[in-house]
């Protein structure tokens, strides 16, 4: 058992599998990043009054729909993580492709709503709270793709019964990127 | 093989398709509630329904969807320690980003993003 594996995959002074500990780190370095971001959202808004007349043209519905999007997803995720566990490998390679589908969606509606800001006008040079809309939700867009290509990758695994516990892993940074949304929909769509 | 058997023994009350469905259920009508909330135009009714219920939901899908309910201790203190890390830039910056006056200083161009607001400008889109 294991004699292909390597010596840090099985070493665990915190009692904590490496791979599961290593992505907890990468959350933690996630929650610098974007927590930055938030900070610098809560400083701005409270500044320059003006913010929310900009903020006042973001499309509500499609906020929502995408935290709709993002939280099915998760429930997706944690299900292929469940039947992992169970060793069930055809559902939980269902489930991963299916929150690669709500991925996919996800990313549909935020480049129609995208395109629509622009074409009326709203770039990410036109105005402070634009500058911070096209930032704090592009750097969420490209964890939510770094997420599908990991997950497209790990499902192959699964496939063949490789690797199970990497759906667990995948899972955690997925509920990650899924709270980044939870925290930018009220912020970006809400507090208008 | 048994590091990946991991301590989760209590996980098995949180664990299963049925419950997470129920957990998911209870994320839907938060998010109801967020989007609701607002529009009845109180500030503080739109503090608590948006930004409260995210803090809830946050936490609901870090507990039982990333089993942090049954995680070691070890990574909720390196949690801490992150948004411990975030609270410091906030402090070591709010006081400069959120004034735009200071004793012999002043940050012209906030100045004059206000001022073109207060002025009508028109808008650069």
């Not at chain 1, 500044?47 to 935290?67: C, Q, V």
């Not at chain 2, 608590?48 to 219920?53: D, K, M, N, S, V």
Request: aromatic share 16%; charged share 15%.
């Amino acid at each position: 058992m294991g004699m292909q594996t390597p010596v840090a995959t099985g070493r665990s002074v915190t009692g904590i599998p490496t791979g599961r500990l290593a992505v907890w780190w990468i959350v933690g370095s996630e929650i610098v990043i974007f927590g930055g971001l938030l900070m610098y959202y809560i400083m701005l808004r409270n500044k320059f009054d003006f913010w929310s007349e900009s903020s006042a043209h973001t499309n509500t519905f499609a906020g929502a729909l995408n935290t709709f999007i993002l939280l099915t997803s998760s429930l997706f995720i944690v299900m292929a993580h469940y039947y992992a566990e169970q060793k069930d490998h055809i559902k939980s390679f269902k489930y991963i492709w299916a929150t690669i589908g709500g991925g996919l969606c996800f990313l549909l509606v935020k480049s129609m709503e995208w395109t629509f800001e622009i074409m009326s006008g709203y770039t990410i040079t036109s105005e402070l709270f634009w500058s911070f809309y096209y930032t704090a939700a592009g750097i969420h867009a490209v964890h939510v793709i770094a997420g599908m290509v990991i997950m497209g990758i790990i499902s192959f695994d699964v496939l063949q019964r490789k690797n199970m516990h990497r759906v667990e892993l995948i899972g955690i940074y997925w509920h990650f990127v899924d709270i980044v949304w939870i925290f930018l929909f009220p912020l970006l769509y809400i507090a208008k | 093989m048994a590091e990946h058997t991991h301590a989760h023994k209590d996980e098995h009350e949180h664990h299963g398709p049925r419950f997470y469905f129920k957990i998911y259920l209870v994320l839907l009508v938060l998010l109801v509630v967020s989007i609701i909330g607002p529009e009845l135009n109180n500030r503080v009714l739109t503090l608590i329904t948006a930004f409260g219920i995210a803090i809830v939901k946050a936490l609901m899908v870090a507990a039982y969807f990333m089993h942090l309910k049954v995680e070691k201790k070890y990574i909720w203190y390196m949690l801490y320690t992150m948004l411990l890390m975030v609270f410091l830039f906030f402090l070591g910056t709010a006081a400069d980003v959120m004034k735009s006056d200071g004793n012999n200083w002043t940050n012209e161009s906030a100045h004059r993003l206000i001022d073109q607001h207060k002025g009508n400008a028109p808008a650069e889109h």
